[in-house]
């Protein structure tokens, strides 16, 4: 059974960095060609407006491929670290909108992905925790 434990949040001022990390037990190579690793935040307070998510795709990669969020690229990055069995999320020149609960995310049905909706939390089926990133201005 697959599980993702979210390391790494707290409180900066903006402008600053932190580095995100879930750890993944119960699976195997996680560079391999089967699973789609993604991070993904919700905002405080946010509520569930109909069908609309409130999780917010940040980033995801796929058989080596990278996706970002418009407001993030060139400042967040996504990465696996193999032999660690780690997935990090390295946040720079953080900004006051990015304080959210960050959450790592594991998807593992080729038949499902769609990298032009690698954002859509249906398609993740294992979740990690979360925790909390806060950025003050």
Known sequence: QVQLVDAGGGSVQAGGSLRLSCEVSGYGDIRDSTAYWAWFRQAPGKAREGIRSTYEGIT???????????????????????PKTTVYLQMNDLKPEDTAIYYCAAGFSARDWLDYMWYDDRKYSVWGQGTQVTVSS
Do not use: C, N
């Open 60 to 82: 995801a990669t796929y058989r080596g491929e990278t996706y970002y969020k418009a407001s993030v690229k060139g400042r967040f990055t996504i990465s696996l670290d193999s």
